[in-house]
DNA sequence: TCTTCCTTATGATGTACATCATAAACTCGC
DNA sequence: GCGAGTTTATGATGTACATCATAAGGAAGA
């Protein structure tokens, strides 16, 4: 969403990560804006028990990261790349600068922010007051919606369910079991091969 | 902290409101920016079985609904006021105006939405991984933060027991006797009338 | 001051989901 | 092209928290 010519005039540098690689880690204070320019990120937090939690994925022209830069406090996750990936990296002051000449991209900056601060807060309250299929059904739609690019279009979701389990806090068993109950009820539908999910028709 | 004579300079109108009025419900679309001038908002969920989940309380200085107003969809919860309030509104038009002639509070509004954004990321991890004392300590962790002017001094909350369970997703009871169960351990103290919380010493 | 509603409290019981186990299909790097 | 590690799958069992019930102490308003 921001130019590349635009990055390289306030001197962003560009960062190649390998398969696994960290990028920071949660409890790290937050000095650069990272925009993927190639690749994929997942940010995660781990709790006490070894249990993951996935905050998001983030592919080619999203910025990550941001609300610790901007708040200027330490990371509440951690992000590795999960394929080799190519990351743009900006340090506070001259970002700032960039905002401060570019009216535009400050505006969409704010609506990026509150695009995510939107799915946290339709995922938080669907964690702790629904059950697990309403979660799953609710996250597939965002999912679904994020990824189509013709929302007429029957598109497939490409998220294992172990990925699903990891971003509504269920376990895969679980997934597992809801995902084929409700396909069972026509609640969804999945492509003959079993593995991808169908959205159902839009109401 | 947007000084009033500049949101009366781009036609902010006061809003007065009753305690227990609606000032938007879940599935509105968003069309007006909210500053709280006095009183109290609370933004809340409700399941489909009733239950209800608190995004958040509001007061003096601070605005809320900013993320479907920036991002131009509907609500994603409902707003109402818990005692007599004054709200500023203003419009998308007028308040995008604003912010392209004022710099600073754009970039402010920017870490507004960050704050927000690592709280709700942080309850979201909470509750989608940690038990339930884990997630009321990380709670009342940041809620103690919040209201403390003084970091050092030994803050009180005022948040009932009720408040507690209807922000992080558990119920009265269990809130209660994980409270119960965490003062028997040291892990936090209670006033001698029991009923405030007292942050533990900070590590 | 009396009534009503909220808050804290505690015990008994229920349940959605986790956990543990086991396995077949599949895909990926070497 | 073959072990190693995912992914989907299904059954048996466990448990943290919800739910239901009941009650005493306070605050609020009429």
Redesign the interface.
């Known amino acids: 969403m921001i130019d590349e010519s635009l990055l390289k005039k306030y001197h962003a540098s560009l960062l190649k990560v390998k398969k696994g690689e960290m990028l920071f880690e949660e409890g790290e204070t937050a000095t650069n804006f990272y925009l993927v320019k190639s690749g994929r990120i997942k940010m995660v ?1 781990v ?3 070894g ?3 996935v ?1 998001g994925y983030f592919g080619a022209g999203q910025s990550f990261g ?6 200027r ?1 330490a990371y ?2 951690s992000a590795y790349a999960t394929e080799a990936s190519a990351i743009w990296k900006i340090g506070y002051d001259q970002f ?1 600068l960039l ?2 000449n570019n ?1 535009e991209i ?2 969409h ?3 990026v ?6 799915y ?6 669907e ?4 059950e697990a299929e ?1 979660r799953l059904s609710t996250l597939i739609e965002y999912l679904t919606g994020q990824s189509a690019s013709n929302p007429d279009a029957p598109a497939t979701l490409s998220f294992t369910r172990q990925q699903l389990a990891d971003m ?2 269920l376990r895969v068993e679980t997934v597992i079991r809801s995902i084929k109950s409700m396909e069972q009820r026509r609640l969804l539908e999945l492509t003959p091969d079993g593995k991808i999910i169908l959205k159902r028709k839009p109401k």
Chains 1, 2 share one sequence.
């Open positions: 937090n709790s006490s028990e249990r993951e939690f905050q941001e609300p610790p830069f901007f708040a406090v509440p996750a700032v905002l401060r009216f400050h505006l900056l704010l609506k922010l509150s695009d995510r601060l939107i946290k807060s339709t995922m938080l309250s964690i702790a007051i629904e309403h509504t806090g």
